[in-house]
Structures are given as structure tokens and as C-alpha cells.
């Protein structure tokens, strides 16, 4: 009897051995695969730069209409010297009379 508990106890500790050497087997496998998908998103982000650049000559980037430069008018045909002012006071009349409604 005491010989069938010795085996017992002694094959439990094989099988915990093998099972924790597995986890780590697991554990080292599971950091190597996170570590190279860094090391990809790594490469890519120092490649996009490079990348855009061969795009842009085969497709440039286009004017956008909305912005404006610092010698490029609001609206050329205003009456007014400042746009921007005149904007800023019909939208606070604008939020003004809205507020009031409710």
C-alpha cells in the first residue's frame, strides 16, 4: 500500500514538473510572438515616411480649397477689411438670438 502512495505521490510531481515546463515553454513563446509584432509595428512606423513619399509621386496631394494662406483673402470681392470680425459678430448675434428662444 505504501508503495502504490510512494508512485502516486512521485507521479504527480512528474506531472506537475511537466505542466509547469509546459506553461513556461508557453509563457516564452507567447512574449516572442508579442515582441515581433512590436518589432513589425516598429518597422512600418519608421517605413511610413519613406512609403508616403514614393505615394505622393505617383499621387500628389491636392490644394485644399478650405485653407487658407496668410496673403490669400477671405472673400475677394468683400466691401469689408475684415471678414473675420464681421463673421465673429453674425455668429454671436446668431448664438445670441437662438439662446434667448428657449
Do not use: C, Y
Not at 3 to 29: C, D, P, Q
Not at 42 to 47: D, G, K, P, R
Not at 55 to 74: C, K, L, M, Y
Amino acid at each position: 500500500m505504501q508503495l502504490v502512495t510512494v508512485a502516486m505521490v512521485l507521479a504527480n510531481t512528474i506531472l506537475a514538473e511537466s505542466i509547469a515546463a509546459r506553461g513556461i515553454a508557453i509563457a516564452i513563446t507567447g512574449m516572442a510572438i508579442v515582441a515581433f509584432a512590436l518589432l513589425l509595428i516598429i518597422a512600418f512606423i519608421s517605413a511610413l515616411p519613406k512609403l508616403l513619399a514614393i505615394v505622393e509621386r505617383f499621387v500628389p496631394e491636392s490644394e485644399d480649397p478650405h485653407v487658407r494662406t496668410a496673403n490669400s483673402q477671405s472673400h475677394p470681392e468683400s466691401q469689408v477689411a475684415d471678414d473675420d470680425a464681421v463673421l465673429a459678430a453674425i455668429g454671436f448675434v446668431l448664438h445670441s438670438r437662438l439662446q434667448n428662444k428657449d
